[in-house]
């Protein structure tokens, strides 16, 4: 092999990840291929983020915090509404930490997917229970929305679902309740039915879900 040849050979150069040869030195296929598939690049990339960092601090905050918190939401309308739930827990049920982020998520699914208000429900569930779901009730009344067991043990199989289970007991909560919604057309005498009371003028009880319904919270 000549000078000439030993000299080509060496500055050619194969990139798999191009899949193609080319020379070595100030040619546009190998200044591509430095951009793309090398330390370069990604020295290139860091160099483009601090930069964009530096200059737009607040911004890359903002954007950050919303990706965050609307990952597990389908719509931002739903994630106010979760906002919302977790307000009145903490206000008075004295609901904080990652276990009301989660109770505020369980409410707001099952309520929306039976066309409720979720701040309704967790009205219901302040006055019930205070957010306990090991509550227990002198009726046999159980679980944070306290279901009766005497009335929904012939519908709800509860040796296979656990009432004590927020998850299990606001799907069935929400279920009696849309259910007496659409009988009733009125929220008081589905909340009336809820309590399983027959007289409006001796409970006190739709008084009391409505004055937390109502109690304006910031989302």
């Known amino acids: 092999m000549s000078a000439l040849h030993k000299l080509m050979y060496q500055r050619i150069l194969f990139c798999h990840k191009c899949h193609r040869s080319m020379f070595v030195g100030l040619n546009r296929r190998y200044f591509c291929h430095l951009l793309k598939h090398t330390a370069i690049n990604k020295l290139l990339i860091l160099l483009a983020v601090l930069g964009l960092i530096s200059l737009y601090p607040s911004t890359i905050s903002i954007m950050s915090a919303k990706k965050i918190g609307l990952a597990n939401y389908v719509s931002e309308a739903e994630f106010k509404q979760e906002r919302i739930v977790q307000a009145i827990l903490k206000r008075f049920a004295n609901a904080n930490g990652p276990d009301a982020g989660k109770l505020s998520k369980i409410i707001v699914r099952h309520s929306l997917e039976k066309k409720l208000d979720p701040k309704l429900v967790a009205a219901i569930i302040v006055v019930e229970s205070s ?12 679980g944070i929305m306290q279901i009766h067991l005497p009335t929904w043990s012939n519908v709800v199989d509860f040796t296979e679902k656990n009432p004590f289970d927020p998850e299990v007991n606001i799907e069935i909560g929400t279920g009696i309740l849309a259910n007496y919604l659409k009988r009733n057309k009125d929220v008081q005498s589905a909340l009336m039915a809820y309590e399983g009371s027959h007289d409006i003028a001796e409970s006190e009880y739709s008084a009391k879900v409505m004055q ?7 989302p």
């Open 131 to 142: 957010g306990n779901p090991l509550a227990i009730s002198g009726s046999k009344s159980v």
């Open 212 to 218: 937390v319904y109502r109690t304006p919270v910031a």
